[in-house]
């Protein structure tokens, strides 16, 4: 499955910084226009003239990630879709789980949105997006595979929960 390009700029936690010292003390030229609705100035035009306060003149920028921002923001929205809590997101119970029957099935949705031992072998990279536990001596695990909204490509911004359709799938061990 591919992935479309999205600009660094456009990813959650994309911020700017000047190019020459790296700082994010940018500032840009505007227009400031009088809203009535909010009896203040509100932001009209935006120039492309950036001018960077620690270098004290004109300057250009370039798009850093806040990595941390954003495995917050996936962890929130892995986290919330186990409970039921996000708009676009499907949940696929394989054909072993729905086979033990309606009450193993719900013990076992219940399991994984309670699920919270996460560690550094189950979460390597801290995205809650994995998660292994027993219901009656049987093995299951759930996971998160985030998708684009058309489901045909894995998603630009998995941080993004507007461009995103996450699937949580419970399946047996055995079936992984
Ligand atoms: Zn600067």
Not at 7 to 33: H, I
Not at 35 to 44: I, K, V
Not at 75 to 84: E, Y
Not at 135 to 159: E, H, N, R
Request: net charge negative; glycine share 6%.
């Amino acid at each position: 499955m591919t992935t479309k390009t999205v600009e660094s700029a456009d990813l959650v936690g994309a911020f700017p910084v000047c190019k020459n010292c790296g700082q994010s003390t940018v500032m840009r030229d505007a227009w400031a226009v009088w809203s009535l609705a909010s009896r203040d100035w509100t932001l009209g035009s935006v120039f492309d003239q950036i001018w960077c306060e620690t270098c004290g003149g004109e300057t250009q920028i370039e798009w850093k990630i806040d990595k941390e921002f954003r495995l917050k923001r996936i962890k929130r929205l892995n986290d919330a879709l186990r409970r039921g809590q996000v708009e676009r997101g499907s949940i696929v119970v394989t054909q072993g789980v729905q086979a033990k029957g309606r009450a193993f099935l719900e013990q076992a949705v219940k399991a994984v949105a309670e699920f919270d031992t996460f560690t550094e072998d189950n979460d390597p990279h801290g995205e809650h997006d994995f998660g292994a536990f027993e219901i009656d001596g049987d093995k299951l695990f759930w996971k998160i595979d985030p998708y684009d909204l058309d489901m045909q490509c894995l998603s630009p911004d998995v941080a993004n929960p507007c461009v995103t359709h996450r699937v949580l799938t419970i399946m047996l061990a055995a079936e992984y």
